[in-house]
């Protein structure tokens, strides 16, 4: 099946450090991929939208400078979290549909559990 | 803009006794629907989806759920639970068209008990 290969699975970085978080298409092409931000014992919120070749579309509230969306090829979405701070630990989840409206379905990549010490 | 109401945060079962999750959505447009789980600081399982036809829809790990488009509910059940089924689970909905996001409710938490 559909698989989206999301890493690293974890990772602690200091603050003002970024970090980058890749999600990569397997046996398939994402020409979208949404990114979503999950804090414990919540849902997770769609933080952006991006599309192959084009720039992100970010949710409302959320900082484009802060984390940084490329989509630069079918198989590859990444998303930049720029200087880090505390408040930006959380669990991180990208997400490729398939199919108009997913109805093939939607590929979760395993997620990304970021801390800022 | 679509939106899910899963009306239950916390839902304790005793094993092998039966579950109901509540889902409701509301949207002004055709939707698809879904339910997921997640386990423990790991991404999230499809358990099944209602894209259109029959409205009992049959996923993995013995679970069902039954679209009402009167009642705008997708409920999902399991007529025994087991301990490994103890998890967060979330329902979906997306608009069948176009690349839109799943729109996701809070989750509900099921705790079987031994």
């Known amino acids: 099946g559909a698989v989206v290969s999301q890493h690293p699975s974890w990772v602690i970085c200091k603050s003002g450090t970024s970090v980058k978080i890749e999600c990569r298409s397997l046996?398939?092409?994402?020409?979208?991929m949404f990114w979503y931000r999950q804090f414990p014992k919540q849902s997770l919120m769609l933080m952006a939208t991006s599309n192959e070749g084009s720039k992100a579309t970010y949710e409302q509230g959320v900082e484009k400078d802060k984390f940084l969306i490329n989509h630069a090829s079918l198989t590859l979405s990444t998303l930049t979290v720029t200087s880090a701070h505390p408040e930006d630990s959380s669990f991180y989840i990208c997400s490729a549909p398939r199919g108009e409206g997913g109805w093939l379905g939607y590929t979760f990549g395993s997620g990304t559990r970021l801390t800022v010490v | 803009a679509q939106s899910v109401t899963q009306l239950d945060s916390q839902v304790p079962v005793f094993e092998e006794a039966p579950v109901e999750l509540r889902c409701n959505y509301s949207s002004s447009v055709s939707v698809y629907l879904f339910w997921y789980v997640q386990y423990p600081n790991q991404g999230l399982q499809l358990l099944l989806k209602?894209?259109?036809?029959?409205?009992l829809v049959k996923g993995i790990n013995g679970f069902e759920a039954e679209f009402n488009k009167s009642q705008t509910s997708f409920h999902l059940r399991k007529p025994s639970v087991h301990i490994s089924d103890t998890a967060e689970y979330f329902c979906?909905?997306?608009?069948?068209?176009?690349?839109?996001?799943?729109?996701f409710g809070k989750g509900t938490r099921l705790s079987v008990i031994a």
């Open positions: 979906a909905v997306s608009v069948n068209s176009g690349n839109t996001p799943l729109v």
């Open positions: 209602y894209l259109s036809g029959s409205t």
């Open positions: 046996d398939f092409q994402a020409t979208t």
